[in-house]
């Protein structure tokens, strides 16, 4: 299925794409929209983007932003939920490193008593529209992100960019369809509050980052905003690897760096295995989680966003022992793409011979965020007989493939050939969640991220050079 924008008619001539590929990059680089090219951070350019923004149903995108709230609350809850973690997780951290260590420092600051007072999470839930012969499109959810949930930044500027193009391209009237985009606004909003709730006027906010990151401007742009809602809060970013050498835990659970007190740790690292080199990264995990700084995400919330946990929430009951508003589980529960349990059970035999049976249908998940590790197709096959029997089977999911509606338009990457493609959109709508104890302080939804991809990529990650920045035009 494909969906259109009658405002726009494609393919372009060839004078209206040079023209427009010219202004579009000009653009981007003059706004910020951009990233870096070498560790160094002292070369740049445009960051990937499609030319025009792409359609996506006026009444899937109100969708997928009212259940945001609901979102929020749900991983709350399961984050609340030692019983149903460790439940859930039993057989993921036998057989998954990674999952096992952050599993054992949960455990570890659970029987330390080490409570945090103030609660900060930052999320982002990603969908796609998933097409179904003779019926309309559907509100799929590939995952729901609770670390490092990136590109605010650079969504801003992008809407802004799309704003400009379809003005420059004789459209000037696009407010309608292209919906305000202040993600970055309410995200550090929600900064802000937790700094206010942690109560110590000359703590720090860290972003703990990594040396050489490529989309450092996204990390800044964040600060600017910070600093434009409160100048005097002070934000430093840091490595992991620093950190786990200089940092300093007082008697008193107060984390200083470089002699200032901590009040909010926020992770844009530390999400799969490479990064922690060594066991100094792993030290300064331990010592932020032992601290009373509200840490983005604690790790309960890390252990909430795996793959395992989003395939247990599926099972029927599960929502509903966390919220009670019935339209909301009934939303909530309508974007569910199918998700299956590969333990070595009965259950995971059956969801086994399915994958075997029809691999196309499937995408085999591990417990991994940042792209590129997800399995596809033939290779679904391939995989699930070379795990029979095997306990590593159970550190994946299997989840039923979301068939996308396809859009057209251009993909403007430095080094790329610009010319229309058939590609497929991936909707990320953040979410914000401050707490004092059992306090809700804000509960809310934060616009949006769209990014687009062609249609014969698997993986869409920005970062992987898969998806370019995006804005939904509603329709």
């Known amino acids: 299925m494909s969906l259109h924008n009658d405002a726009i008619k494609l393919p372009l001539s060839d004078a209206d794409l040079q023209h427009l590929v010219e202004f579009s990059n000009m653009r981007a680089l003059t706004s910020g929209a951009i990233v870096a090219l070498t560790d160094s951070q002292d070369e740049v350019t445009y960051v990937p983007h499609t030319l025009f923004p792409s359609p996506v149903p006026r009444d899937l995108y109100q969708k997928a932003v009212y259940v945001q709230a609901g979102f929020n609350e749900l991983m709350w809850k399961v984050t609340e939920d030692d019983e149903f973690l460790t439940s859930a997780l039993k057989s993921t951290i036998e057989v998954d490193e990674f999952t096992g260590r952050l599993f054992q420092i949960y455990k570890q600051v659970m029987q330390e008593g080490c409570h945090k007072p103030v609660t900060l999470a930052l999320l982002r839930s990603d969908y796609m529209l998933h097409f179904q012969l003779n019926k309309p499109a559907e509100l799929r959810q590939v995952e729901i992100n609770t670390m490092a949930s990136s590109l605010a930044g650079m969504s801003v500027k992008t809407t802004q960019l799309h ?60 600060v600017y905003k910070i600093k434009e809602l409160n100048c005097a809060i002070k934000v430093i970013m840091r490595s992991m690897l620093y950190l786990g050498k200089n940092a300093q835990l007082t008697d008193d659970r107060k984390l200083i760096v470089d002699g200032m007190e901590v009040a909010i740790v926020y992770y844009r690292m530390g999400y799969v295995p490479s990064h922690f080199t060594s066991e100094t990264e792993w030290k300064f995990k331990i010592m932020a989680e032992q601290s009373l700084a509200a840490v983005c995400p604690s790790i309960s919330w890390h252990l909430a966003g795996t793959k395992k946990i989003q395939q247990e929430l599926s099972r029927p009951g599960a929502v509903e022992r966390y919220l009670s508003d019935p339209e909301m589980i009934a939303n909530v529960r309508s974007t569910f ?73 251009y993909e403007l990457r430095r080094g790329l050939l610009v010319d229309m493609q058939d590609m497929v959109s991936e909707l990320g709508i953040y979410g914000v969640l401050v707490c004092k104890e059992d306090q809700v302080a804000i509960n809310k939804a934060s616009d949006h991220l769209l990014r687009t991809k062609n249609i014969m990529k698997n993986e869409g990650g920005i970062g992987a050079g898969a998806s370019a920045m995006d804005s939904p035009y509603l329709v």
């Open 163 to 222: 704003r400009a193009v379809l003005q420059e391209h004789g459209i000037p009237n696009s407010s309608q369809q292209l919906p305000d985009n202040s993600c970055i606004d309410g995200l550090c909003e929600g900064f802000v509050k937790a700094w206010e709730l942690y109560g110590q006027p000359n703590a720090a906010i860290l972003f703990v980052v990594e040396d050489g990151e490529k989309n450092i401007f996204d990390n800044i742009y964040h």
């Open 337 to 409: 793409a199918g998700q299956y349990s590969l333990d070595l059970t009965e259950e995971g035999d059956k969801t086994a011979a399915m994958g075997i049976a029809n691999p196309q249908s499937y995408v085999m998940k591990p417990q991994r965020e940042g792209g590129g590790n997800n399995i596809y197709g033939d290779d679904v096959r391939v995989k699930l007989e070379e795990l029979a029997g095997q306990q590593e089977r159970s550190g994946y999911i299997l989840m039923e493939r979301i068939m996308p509606t396809v859009v057209k338009n």
